[in-house]
């Protein structure tokens, strides 16, 4: 079945250490993106790749970091100058333009 | 920044009444999409409405998107209980480095069974 999958779905964080959260797709889908969600608030969009190679910062992109070496996948980093990392992160796929997004189940970070 | 902004934050109704929730948005778009998230989960895409239309409707949803004020709705009918979930609109407009979703705040919708 085509999807997208983050890993892992927990993750704890020690003070000044950098994380990496995984997310892969099967779907063919051109476009990736992360998206940062706090309890009881909407999304907000940290980074976003349209193609291989290319990513463009989000609203709040200061912190992380990512990279897209392939198609199918759009790993984030969580470094250690993200003063504030415990979230919700998710991450989504598309086709270009005039389509939604799937997402991934999450993966729920908390700093220990 | 957040573009979108729901109305109400928190809805709660009966099994078999209907759910409006409304969304306000800023600037120009291409599209308008609603989803919802069942808590903890990701988000599940349920609608997308272009810029050029006035009206949608899937299933048991109905989305209307007035440009000219910059609002949308979405209309749940004949609510069950596996409905309760949080429902976002979000925002596609194009950048000069590609086009993206802005998210709203969402609507926490409980339907009493």
């Known amino acids: 079945d085509g999807g997208i999958t983050q890993s892992p779905k927990y993750l704890f964080r020690k003070e000044g250490q950098n994380v990496t959260l995984s997310c892969e797709q099967n779907l063919n889908h051109d476009a990736m993106y992360w998206y940062r969600q706090d309890p009881g608030q909407g999304l907000r969009l940290i980074y976003y790749?349209?193609?291989?190679?290319?990513?463009q910062k989000g609203d709040i992109a200061e912190g992380y970091s990512v990279s897209r070496e392939k198609k199918e996948s759009f790993p984030l980093t969580v470094t250690s100058a993200q003063k504030n990392p415990t979230a919700f992160y998710l991450c989504a796929s598309s086709i270009l333009d005039n389509y939604g997004y799937t997402f991934g189940s999450g993966t729920r970070l908390t700093v220990v | 920044s957040q573009q979108g902004e729901e109305d109400p934050q928190a809805l709660s109704i009966q099994e078999g009444e209907n759910a409006t929730m409304n969304c306000s948005y800023k600037?120009?778009?291409?599209?308008l999409q609603w989803y919802r998230q069942n808590s903890g989960r990701g988000l599940v895409h349920l609608i997308l409405i272009r810029s050029n239309e006035r009206e949608k409707h899937s299933g048991r949803l109905r989305v209307t998107l007035d440009t000219s004020k910059k609002s949308s709705s979405l209309l749940i009918t004949a609510s069950r209980a596996a409905d309760t979930a949080s429902y976002f609109c979000?925002?596609?407009?194009?950048?000069?480095?590609?086009?993206?979703?802005?998210f709203g705040e969402g609507t926490q919708l409980t339907v009493n069974p």
């Open positions: 979000a925002t596609a407009s194009k950048t000069s480095s590609g086009s993206r979703l802005t």
């Open positions: 790749s349209q193609i291989v190679n290319d990513f």
């Open positions: 600037t120009s778009i291409n599209n």
